[in-house]
């Protein structure tokens, strides 16, 4: 069975300064990871995927995530955080070659001006 | 170009009704799944659909439904409403089965009295 845990409900940041979210994982066999994000009362957009292509994943709006295999992580990180980055953001795992999505419980982020 | 759009958008419904929520994936895309958010909580899958079959399911009730049509279009049935059922209902469609990134619509709000 696959999983993912996300170490922190809340992370609260300054604008400009950079953003962390954890993430790890478990899964039987070799994942897809996401990265999706949720601003209140809308759907998810996705903002970056791994798919066993390069460790170091770019997305959008300046994230990317880095999949590191021997620590089951898949961590997110912005180098400077912007008010319109306060969302709740959602690593997702996935058995390769099937859409069934398999979400964390989510992160907040908080940005302070 | 639209993206995946979700009807109705809010829905008030009392225990033991049923209730019927629509999806349209977007144009040219032939896969569409369905989750459940409650409140506080990341999506749980409930169902894929892949030109019109049943591709995966997740574990709820019998008394959630879904079909696909063929404008790939889809929708949800939930009977004999619970409480619990109180939650926001996503919707995501994908061009084809398989590691597709999935776009998701802002939901259906859901709310039983």
């Known amino acids: 069975a696959q999983s993912v845990t996300q170490l922190d409900s809340h992370v609260s940041v300054s604008e400009g300064t950079p953003v962390l979210l954890r993430c790890n994982y478990s899964?039987?066999?070799?994942?897809?990871l996401f990265w999706y994000v949720q601003h209140p009362n809308k759907g998810l957009q996705l903002l970056l995927k791994y798919t066993s292509a390069a460790t170091l994943v770019k997305g959008i709006n300046g994230f990317e995530a880095e999949f590191k295999k021997s620590e089951t992580s898949f961590h997110l990180t912005k180098p400077s955080a912007h008010m319109s980055d306060a969302a709740e953001y959602f690593c997702v795992v996935s058995e390769r070659g099937f859409q069934k999505l398999v979400f964390g419980t989510g992160t907040r982020l908080l940005v302070s001006p | 170009d639209a993206g995946v759009t979700q009807s109705p958008t809010h829905l008030i419904k009392t225990r033991g009704q049923h209730v019927t929520l629509r999806c349209s994936p977007i144009s040219g895309h032939k896969s569409v799944s369905w989750y459940q958010q409650v409140l506080g909580q990341g999506p749980q899958f409930i169902f894929q659909y892949y030109e019109k079959e049943e591709r995966g399911r997740g574990n709820f009730p019998d008394r959630f439904s879904a079909r696909q049509f063929p404008n790939y279009s889809s929708e949800l049935n939930v009977n004999a409403l619970l409480l619990g059922d109180s939650a926001l209902y996503l919707c995501a469609s994908s061009f084809r089965d398989g590691n597709q990134p999935q776009h998701f619509g802002d939901g259906t709000r859901l709310s039983i009295l």
């Open positions: 899964s039987s066999y070799s994942p897809s």
